[in-house]
């Protein structure tokens, strides 16, 4: 191909008259379509229901928490420990549930309700007797059950 008379038209003179294009404009960041604005409001509301779920178990907790740290300063004192267990499963389950339990059915209430935590033995024995005992022996074992019931408890699933 040649312009009678003109040098011919090559390539490269052709993408020498190529005009460069202009810049495009900026990107907003700000959602064209409703649809992101919903999933937004969606997220947040997501995000508020998990907060205040979170916050009501953290109030709800309290008195595990305040137990835990009493255990602390009890110090292996089984009638103590008797007490704190006892007042905490009192804060945790229906009175009518809980109050009237003595002896062996405490101790089946406690293993029950507790995850992995089987008060049987020296436990249960220092369990139900330190309360009558003018100076009652310190049991390690049964601290370590009382935290891990303490932590653990939940409330039985009606069958």
Known sequence: MSDTGTNPVTLVDLLDRLAEPADPGPVSMVPQTWGWIALAIL??????AILVRLLRRYRANAYR???LAELTDIAEN???IAC???RTALAAFPRQDVAALTGPSWIDFLTRTGRDCTFDGNAAEA????????TPQPS???TVLA????RTHRREVPA
């Open 78 to 80: 089984p009638a103590d």
């Open 43 to 48: 997220f947040a509301f997501g995000l508020a």
């Open 147 to 150: 935290e891990r019931w303490i």
């Open 140 to 142: 390690p074992e049964l």
């Open 65 to 67: 928490r305040e137990a």
């Open 127 to 134: 369990l139900l007797g330190a309360p009558y005992r003018a």
């Open 84 to 86: 704190l267990l006892r």
